[in-house]
């Protein structure tokens, strides 16, 4: 697909030479934009905190360090597993705080004994933060470490008092010239 004037036209990237000297180099950036939820606002009560939830991820930087993946493993449960070489399990530190969910991640220093000469050094072992938001009623159920990946479940338990219920609908039945109404 051809550039122009530095831009992908189908995915509307903007594009500049990463280096200065190198052309067929290029570092492409998506266009940042806000989300105009007002048609929504027309047809739902009470969801303002998740409107501006979105608002607030479509303008939060994507990281991709460390890598992770999100499952879905049953119809309320769900795993988030982070790829974390390197770690042990108090180098790393898991919040879960309302509908927020923050992984922190960090080696300690290396000192003159412990440190050490690598001709190449290929695995990442930098300090980390990865936020998630949940959904409401979405808790951390638990979390482990197991070749080098870390584990969190998270399971959405739905309290009694929230769950769906029937409505009893009730009046009284008034005649009004020979006519009943409800």
Known sequence: MPLLNGQ????NLR????????????????????ADFSPFYRSTVGFDRVFNRLDALVGQEQKTYPPYNIEKTGADTYRISIAVAGF????????SKENNLVVKGAKPAETEATQREFLHRGIAERAFELRFQLADYVEVAGANLENGL????????IPESKKARQIPISGTTRTIEDKTVN
């Open 8 to 11: 992908i036209p189908s995915l």
């Open 15 to 34: 594009c500049s030479p990463a280096n200065a000297g190198d052309r067929d180099t290029r570092e492409c950036r998506l266009p940042t934009w806000g």
């Open 88 to 95: 042990a399990d108090g180098d790393i530190a898991i919040e």
């Open 150 to 157: 870390l584990h969190i479940e998270l399971k959405r338990e």
